[in-house]
């Protein structure tokens, strides 16, 4: 409402909205019944926060943690990336006890705290990084996402899906256009990330100087555009590549486009008279499902460290083929 206690809540929506459109992701997980969660946000006046600004929800009967956990799958993040905010201490003590990854902050006693609340939080767990086009528009990718997932359903086999989601895909070479978002993907993505190598914008600079080649890809089809979301870092001496870094965002996982991103690049490596790639994993709490990501793209295998540390190395002798069912645009700054 417009009075007090009311309009401390219409404060605190204001507030988490903010950090909406500062590319956090707002999901809801609620005991409730469906449809009249869903009045609310549609008929209640004072209710700010939409449903377009939430990326995913469960709101039904089950528990708590066990909707938090579907949540994190289906938005493709991990269980510590999720800050979990609840008035109710039963269910906050619950998802502590069953998701010790997860973020569980006590509530403010009294409606009066909850913006200071909230953006002690935001300080607190939310790390401030220069604002992107692919951060603002952060909710309407994971939305497209759970269309597409619902789309997926019909096809019978993988090939008939990708066929159908008439994939675009630019890839650019580093410009001061792009730095920004290469420096920020290489700070910020942990899962698909071989290596976890952190850069800054002055570090990817001088790698530019440097002569090592640097590539970020933007992805689109029939669903949105998800933006620049994926990266390589490929140094080179004499006739071997070396890749430094290669990742990707979370959200594009499931296209195969990082096996097609690769497959260009080696292309691209070939044309230049490269006949041999390298490249390593790097093991880190987050990036395990990348483990044998190399070996699925015929790398052989070199040395395995007793950390877990792979090595690779791979002989070019010819170009590799990608399917026509994406379009591919290679753009230089030539």
Request: aromatic fraction near 12%.
């Amino acid at each position: 409402g417009d009075t007090y206690p009311g309009l401390a809540y219409v404060h605190f929506q204001e507030a988490i909205l903010e950090a909406a459109n500062a590319g956090i992701i707002l999901a809801i997980c609620s005991k409730n019944n469906e449809e009249d969660a869903f009045e609310v946000f549609e008929k209640h006046p004072f209710q700010l926060i939409k449903l377009n600004n939430i990326a995913s929800y469960r709101i039904n009967w089950q528990d708590k943690a066990t909707n938090i956990q579907e949540l994190a799958g289906e938005l493709n993040i991990g269980l510590d990336s999720i800050v979990f905010i609840d008035d109710n201490p039963a269910e906050r003590e619950r998802v502590k006890q069953m998701l010790p990854e997860v973020i569980v902050p006590d509530f403010p006693a009294s409606p009066f705290l909850m913006v200071s609340y909230f953006k002690k939080i935001y300080e607190d767990h939310f790390q401030t990084y220069k604002l992107t086009n692919e951060d603002l528009s952060k909710t309407s990718q994971y939305i497209a996402n759970s269309e597409r997932n619902i789309f997926k359903k019909s096809f019978t086999t993988v090939e008939e899906y990708l066929k159908s989601l008439e994939m675009e895909l630019t890839i650019y070479e580093a410009s001061i256009f792009t730095i920004p978002r290469i420096a920020q993907m290489t700070q910020k993505t942990n899962q698909f990330n071989l290596t976890t190598f952190r850069y800054t914008e002055d570090d990817i600079k001088n790698k530019i100087k440097k002569g090592e080649l640097i590539h970020c890809l933007s992805v689109k089809d029939k669903f949105g555009d998800n933006g620049i979301a994926v990266l390589s870092i490929i140094q080179i001496e004499n006739n071997i590549a070396f890749i430094d870094s290669l990742l990707l965002s979370c959200r594009i996982l499931g296209r195969n486009i990082e096996g097609v991103y690769l497959n260009f690049i080696i292309n691209l490596l070939f044309d230049k008279n490269i006949t041999e790639v390298r490249s390593s994993y790097l093991p880190s709490n987050k990036n395990k499902q990348t483990k044998d990501f190399y070996e699925k793209m015929n790398f052989n295998l070199v040395e395995t460290k007793s950390d877990g540390s792979k090595y690779y190395s791979l002989q070019l002798t010819q170009k590799r083929n990608i399917e026509n069912y994406y379009t591919i645009n290679y753009i230089t700054n030539e």
